[in-house]
């Protein structure tokens, strides 16, 4: 792996107002980042100073018997919407949600492995061209309605869209693509008589437009994780597929294992790898991804130390491409 490569210093501020407006309660917190960023020797790197930040408002109230809420999350100063979600929650009948980026469906379970820090496929190069599917989640984050309940100790988070997955202001609507839908389920070992237990499993749909000569099917994304955890330690277990149905595209096999430690209230640290199969279209010959990574993390009250370092090799399917990141980053949260 190679050197540092990133340093983020991170000032996470949390509720800056609260005001009350007739039956509604606003609230509205923010977040900025300052990063210094190096590039491995395959990428190019220009200025390589960076500043981020998140504002978020969230206002909530009963309107005529429902509790509904708004989030929305802006970034860069402004620059423009990230994220929003418009929620009803209907008590027993549970909660019945629009998504503009906040995360629903399939893609909240997308990666369940435990980690200390980031994800150990995080600021890796992602895929391009025809292995462009990446993680699970058939109807994506955006342009979704989201419904959520429990029942019995199982819960169901839904997503469904019509058409391409934009995030439109009102008045518009998207360019093309097609419609999509998908499900995740998830319990704890409570349910099961285990404690300590953690799992779920998820499948959906994307169609893939008319059935001509290139497509022959809509897409299908399935995966099922198990985490255990035993006093300081949790391990976890994913698996993933993604069927592409589209002639000349490899379908995606993932597998992939965690392990964190809690060394004690303040340390943490975490190792974790995965295998990706790309299944080769035609007569191509199948190409296996393999990624690790390692992440700790200490925490001094409000102060968080962060890093982790990850590594590829045949990235994307491709033989012979390779990727590796470091990070560290720290943290104060008031």
Known sequence: MNNIKKIGLTALAGSLVAISAQAAEMTVSGATMLTYTSEDGTEVTGNPFGMKTNLSFTASGEVN?????????????????????????MGDMGTLAFDQGSGSGLATIDDKTPTAAEEIWDGLDVATGANAQGLVGAAGNS???????????????????KGSGA?????????????AWDFALTTDGEMLGVDGLAIGA???????????????GDAEHMTA???????????????????????????????????????????????GERDVVFKGAGASADVTEKGDGIA?????????????????????????SNDSMTEIAVSFAF
């Open 65 to 89: 018997g429902y509790n509904v809420s708004y989030m929305q999350t802006s970034m860069d100063q402004f620059a423009g919407m990230s994220s929003a979600r418009l929620s009803v929650d």
């Open 143 to 161: 342009g979704v309605f989201n419904y959520i309940n429990t029942i019995g100790g199982v819960t169901l988070n839904a997503a469904a869209r």
């Open 167 to 179: 995030k439109n202001s009102d008045g518009a609507s998207s360019g093309a693509g097609q419609g």
């Open 202 to 216: 998820g499948y959906g749909e994307a169609e893939n437009g008319s059935l001509a000569s290139s497509t022959y």
């Open 225 to 271: 994780f198990a985490n255990y955890s035993v006093g300081p330690v949790t391990f976890g277990y994913q698996m993933s597929y993604i069927e592409a149905n589209v002639n000349g595209t490899d379908d995606e096999e993932t597998k992939a294992w965690g392990l964190a430690f809690n060394v004690n209230e303040n340390l943490s640290i975490s190792y």
């Open 296 to 320: 700790v993390a200490y925490t001094m009250g409000s102060m968080k130390i962060a890093g982790n370092m990850n590594d590829v090799s045949d990235n994307d399917g491709t033989s012979g």
